[in-house]
T-cell receptor
Framework: AQRVTQPEKLLSVFKGAPVELKCNYS??????LFWYVQYSRQRLQLLLR??SRESIKGFTADLNKGETSFHLKKPFAQEEDSAMYYC???????????FGSGTQLTVLP | KAGVTQTPRYLIKTRGQQVTLSCSPI?????VSWYQQTPGQGLQFLFE???????NKGNFPGRFSGRQFSNSRSEMNVSTLELGDSALYLC?????????????FGPGTRLTVL
């Protein structure tokens, strides 16, 4: 069975500091990995996906198949980055999204 | 384009009742997925519909059901409500076939079961 683990429920950093949100997954094949973000009073929205290998709002994430991780990183956090972040996996024949439990990021001034 | 819309936004029911939630996808999107979000279990996949057919189903009891209409609008139904069904129910639509394409989420329906 596929599983996504986000070990940190809460994460606080100061503005301008680097931030890393951890995500580990369990799946034996080649999954698709995503990061979704939910800002206060807004809808859940896609932040980035590993396939596109892009940087969105300064965030990047690299798929490490050896460590089965897909950590989200940003070198200099901004207050507007404060939000709930979910890591998600899509794999297998069913192709449904499996979400982690989420990490609430707070960027302090 | 208008985003995914869900109605109603809030709902209060009592145990044993049934409830129907509605989701209108983005115009042109043919795939609709439903998720249940709770503080304890997080976001859990309920089911996915494409072209009026259920293509995937999550690990939920048969009390949870859904359907999709020819205009891609979808409804989900929960019968014999239990206290544990209190949750935010999210709908997402995508352009692709089953399990492909970016999913766009609606604002959710907050269901409270008393």
């Amino acid at each position: 069975a596929q599983r996504v683990t986000q070990p940190e429920k809460l994460l606080s950093v100061f503005k301008g500091a680097p931030v890393e949100l951890k995500c580990n997954y369990s799946y034996s094949g080649s999954p698709e990995l995503f990061w979704y973000v939910q800002y206060s009073r807004q809808r859940l929205q896609l932040l980035l996906r590993h396939i596109s290998r892009e940087s969105i709002k300064g965030f990047t994430a690299d798929l490490n198949k050896g460590e089965t991780s897909f950590h989200l990183k940003k070198p200099f956090a901004q207050e507007e980055d404060s939000a709930m972040y979910y890591c998600a996996l899509r794999a297998g024949s069913a192709r449904q999204l499996t979400f982690g439990s989420g990490t609430q990021l707070t960027v302090l001034p | 384009k208008a985003g995914v819309t869900q109605t109603p936004r809030y709902l209060i029911k009592t145990r044993g009742q049934q409830v129907t939630l509605s989701c209108s996808p983005i115009s042109g999107h043919r795939s609709v997925s439903w998720y249940q979000q709770t503080p304890g279990q997080g976001l859990q996949f309920l089911f996915e519909y494409f072209s009026e057919t259920q293509r995937n189903k999550g690990n939920f009891p048969g009390r949870f059901s859904g359907r999709q209409f020819s205009n891609s609008r979808s409804e989900m139904n929960v019968s014999t409500l239990e206290l544990g069904d209190s949750a935010l129910y999210l709908c997402a639509s995508s352009t692709g076939t089953v399990g492909t394409g970016e999913q766009f989420f609606g604002p959710g329906t907050r269901l409270t079961v008393l």
